[in-house]
């Protein structure tokens, strides 16, 4: 805890303190670089009622390389894979140190409002986006459904 | 046809003879003036170095000024933070109230001079460290309008250096064209700094009398319904599988070097201990977007070491301290066909396409999950 950065710290109280409406981010209590996510699904999307969990990890040198983050609920999405990896500038090349925990996931949540099939990760599910959105639509609000709602 | 007052006609050629390009006047086609704007800064004898803050103060003239108030408004603030720029904002509403029926928008930039002659220190926090400005930092002003202290500017200048010089050697030697700058952080403008000079500075006051945080009861509940949530999903078969999806093989597209790679699953027991590279280095290239690969030559150079590390290391799997590249151990191995999972996903995961052309799936994950929690906690 110690070596833990001052930065991380101060994003951490304030995460806890002021949490982001949709958002909650929690470290883990062993490892205060790894923490445990929940994005809401966001309204008048195909994800909404949803709760998904991510895993987001700061990295040695964080905040001058972005934080690590992917998606632990499967999730229907053409910029997320199988694997729950993002496609999102700002978590490569795009990175900033001015960006922080709170920014990279409303980013990520604004990525569910705007499913972008021109730049996929998942293939399959950026294809059928493109090609039959309405199915797509119905997959994502099925596979919300199924994984990530509460009982 | 509209005409104008005039003691507003008046009051605009003022401004402009005092102020010159300070202020900018706004006109509707017809010649009316509707608005002025003006940039303001803190007096400090035209040393622009010196000036830490500004702002744009906006006055919008309603029809019925000088006699009812203007519409004003603050725009770009720079180095303020909210409450100051209340503060302001209620001394401009009480001077419009006071002075209906005269000419007001010289006193108002005269107020807001005065006010940030007074508070000329960047109130907001540096964006890099979260810290604020203490009497006696070493800090920079962007030519943006942005303020880091040296010290944190120093660290993201060397990063993005390092960064760029990488990627420029992954190009051909045409390609490399293009010269370093540093970007400000938060507006992705050039800025021009020194970093040898600005590494010199050190630590932010702020940053080095910061306290430590100790872990609450909100903080354990939240992390009690994280675990809950997370059980609940797992039940329903919501959380992704890392381990399942390995059994896949995937396909990574290159123009000249397919490559298959899967893992072998008598080494995920050692990929459990290398707890070293667990959390950070391995989701450094697994993060990584499939579509980054194929542009970069050294790839499939990396691909041939990697493989040939790996190799290596299963021979002595005990040796699970996986240091530096973190990547877990990986074989390149015969494809095999896919479990049953989620038939939306598979047939397609397989890396073929209907064209029958592999596809970049980039794979490179294993032994997170569960796996990396476990690890992360065991640290």
Same mark, same amino acid.
């Given at each position: ?151 | ?18 102020? #010159? ?24 004898? !035209? ?74 220190? =960047? ?13 006696? !930092? ?87 319904? #994280? ?14 599988? =890392? ?50 690969? =194929?542009?970069? =030559? ?82």
């Amino acid at each position: 805890m110690a070596s833990l950065p001052r930065r991380i710290i101060k994003e951490t109280q304030r995460l806890l303190q002021e949490p982001v409406p949709g958002i909650s981010a929690v470290p883990d209590e062993n490892n205060a670089r790894y923490f445990h996510v929940i994005v809401t699904g966001p309204e008048g999307s195909p994800f909404e009622g949803g709760l998904f969990k991510l895993e987001l990890f700061l990295p040695e040198d964080y905040p001058m390389s972005a934080p690590k983050v992917r998606f632990i609920t499967k999730i229907y999405h053409p910029n997320i894979d199988r694997l729950g990896r993002i496609c999102l500038d700002i978590l490569k090349d795009k990175w900033s140190p001015a960006l922080q925990i709170r920014t990279v996931l409303l980013s990520i949540q604004a990525l569910l409002s705007a499913p972008n099939p021109d730049d996929p990760l998942a293939n399959d599910v950026a294809e059928l986006w493109r090609v039959n959105e309405a199915e797509a639509i119905r997959n994502a609000k099925e596979w919300t459904r199924k994984y990530a709602m509460e009982d | 046809m509209e005409t104008v007052d005039e003691r507003v006609t008046e009051e605009v050629e003022a401004l402009e003879a005092i102020l #010159m390009d300070d202020v900018s006047i706004k006109s509707a086609p017809n010649g009316i003036p509707y608005a002025v704007e003006a940039v303001v800064f803190p007096a400090t004898a !035209d040393d622009t170095d010196q000036q830490y803050v500004r702002v744009t103060l906006e006055v919008k003239l309603t029809p019925g000024y000088p006699d009812n108030a203007p519409e004003v408004f603050l725009r770009n603030p720079r180095g303020l933070d909210d409450d100051q720029l209340r503060i302001i904002m209620e001394q401009i509403e009480e001077k419009c109230n006071n002075c209906c029926g005269d000419p007001v928008i010289y006193d108002l930039i005269e107020l807001v001079r005065e006010h940030l002659t007074s508070s000329n220190l =960047p109130a907001c926090p540096c964006t890099i460290c979260l810290y604020g400005f203490s009497e006696g !930092d070493h800090f920079i002003k962007t030519s943006c309008y942005h303020y880091y202290h040296a010290h944190c500017l120093a660290q993201h200048a060397s990063k993005t250096e390092k960064f760029f010089n990488e990627e420029q050697e992954k190009l051909p030697h045409f390609q490399r064209s293009k010269t370093f700058e540093v970007l400000c952080p938060i507006c992705r403008e050039p800025i021009k700094c020194d970093v040898e000079t600005l590494s010199k500075a050190s630590l932010p006051l702020a940053v080095q009398n910061a306290s430590i945080m100790e872990p609450d009861e909100k903080l354990r509940e939240m992390q009690d319904y #994280m675990s809950a949530l997370y059980i609940q999903q797992k039940e329903k078969g919501g959380i992704i599988d =890392p381990d399942a999806a390995d059994n896949k093989v995937l396909l990574v597209n290159e123009p000249y070097y397919v490559v298959i790679k899967s893992v072998s699953q008598n080494l995920v027991g050692s990929s459990t201990s290398q707890s070293n590279c667990l959390g950070e280095s391995c989701t450094n290239s697994e993060m990584a977007t499939p579509e980054e690969e =194929p542009e970069t =030559p050294r790839w499939r150079q990396r691909q041939i070491e990697q493989q040939e590390r790996q190799r290596q290391r299963a021979l002595q799997q005990r040796d699970g301290h996986g240091h530096g590249h973190g990547r877990p151990p990986q074989q390149p191995r015969l494809p095999k066909p896919p479990p049953p999972t989620k038939p939306e996903e598979d047939g397609d995961e397989d890396g073929v396409d209907g064209n029958g052309t592999q596809r970049s799936i980039g794979r490179q994950r294993r032994g997170r999950g569960r796996g990396a929690r476990l690890n992360h906690r065991n640290r």
